[in-house]
């Protein structure tokens, strides 16, 4: 595609639902990271994907985030027992490999009620 | 720690005016450093990319330095324009590392 797509753009659950969040990135990126946003500050790392294989997962909070790229292209980050906390703005980006710009996604807001 | 702060947090400038925004950076080894705009609801959207040799970038009426001795970037805007209005985020990236350290942001906002 053109851009980063992400869906969806607005997401509202409950206490200790669970949740997928989805990145579409540029056709052709091999380079895939995820961002939490919480309001007022800036993105905060979450994983890093180079291909299919999660090359950084550092940025996770806890065992109830995961994030997969089954084809190298797509990610799903998957939210479990999701908590108030967990709101905030995910934000998706990709670049293509040995490239430096990120092109970001518009998001996607998770409030947790 | 690799830190990366920004000042001011929020600023209000009248539409024309100039305005100068600072980052100051802790991240070792350096590579490059990063001025990002970010609208609300949307993704950032990079302006410039600054590496250890640049000192001045430009883009339209954004201009960037950079001090890589003291460690410190500034973004200056020229003749402001209501479409300023975003925050500002400085993104340093150190080598050999693949997450980027974003700056909490700098919110402008500028009125007619």
């Known amino acids: 595609g053109a851009g980063v797509s992400q869906t969806p753009s607005n997401k509202v659950t409950e206490k200790g639902k669970y949740v997928e969040l989805r990145c579409d990135p540029i056709?052709?990126?091999?380079?895939l990271y995820w961002y939490r946003q919480s309001l007022g500050q800036g993105p905060e790392f979450l994983i890093y994907f180079q291909g299919t294989g999660a090359a950084d997962d550092s940025g996770l909070p806890n065992d109830r985030f995961f994030a997969v790229r089954p084809e190298g292209s797509v990610s799903t980050l998957k939210i479990q027992r999701t908590e108030r906390g967990d709101s905030a703005v995910y934000l998706c980006?990709?670049?293509?490999?040995?490239?430096?710009?990120?092109?970001f996604g518009a998001g996607s807001r998770l409030t947790v009620l | 720690k690799n830190q990366v702060e920004q000042s001011p947090q929020s600023l209000i400038i009248l539409e024309g005016k100039n305005c100068t925004l600072q980052?100051?950076?802790?991240?070792?080894?350096?590579?490059?450093l990063r001025w990002y705009k970010q609208d609300t609801g949307r993704g950032p959207v990079s302006l410039t990319i600054m590496t250890f040799s640049e000192n001045t970038k430009s883009n339209g009426r954004y201009t960037a330095t950079l001090d890589a001795d003291t460690k410190q970037s500034s973004l200056h805007i020229t003749a402001s324009q209501l479409s300023d209005s975003a925050s500002y985020i400085c993104?340093?990236?150190?080598?050999?590392?693949?997450?980027?350290?974003f700056g909490a942001g700098t919110r402008l906002a500028v009125h007619p």
């Open positions: 980052c100051n950076y802790t991240v070792s080894p350096f590579s490059n």
């Open positions: 993104v340093v990236s150190a080598w050999g590392y693949n997450k980027l350290i």
């Open positions: 980006a990709s670049t293509r490999e040995g490239a430096n710009v990120l092109t």
């Open positions: 056709s052709g990126h091999t380079a």
